[in-house]
């Protein structure tokens, strides 16, 4: 059983900052990839930033500059998002891709955190 908890969503004004966590456990495997995802009613979900094994790190243009990913030891992503917009606001969503011992890449998400950004 896998499981992703995400914490650290809320209601924040405008310029405001707020840092989002993802702890993944369970029978996960190697993590390849952890990032964040945002979905807002009526559009598809777009990837806001990942880490990949290692250093490597990609961001959506919309928020370069501004959010900053980063993993820990223990199998957490962080999302620190400053300078935030209300276009920001959104539900956003921890995506883990892992290897599994057959060899095999799953993909696995979390329940996702309210962020809202008010003007």
């Known amino acids: 059983q896998v499981q992703l908890v995400e914490s650290g969503g809320g209601l924040v004004q405008a310029g405001g900052s707020l840092r989002l966590s993802c702890t993944a456990s369970?029978?996960?495997?190697?993590?390849?990839?952890m990032g964040w995802y945002r979905q807002v009613p009526g559009k598809q979900r777009e990837l806001v930033a990942r880490?990949?094994?290692?250093?490597?790190t990609n961001y959506a243009e919309s928020v370069k500059g501004r959010f900053t990913i980063s993993r820990d030891a223990k199998n957490t992503v962080y999302l620190q998002m400053n300078s935030l917009k209300p276009e920001d606001t959104a539900v956003y969503y921890c995506?883990?891709?892992?290897?599994?011992?057959?060899?095999?890449?799953?993909?696995?998400w979390g329940q996702g955190t309210q962020v809202t950004v008010s003007s």
């Open positions: 995506h883990v891709r892992a290897r599994r011992s057959s060899g095999y890449e799953f993909d696995y």
């Open positions: 880490a990949a094994s290692g250093v490597t």
């Open positions: 369970g029978n996960i495997g190697v993590i390849n990839v």
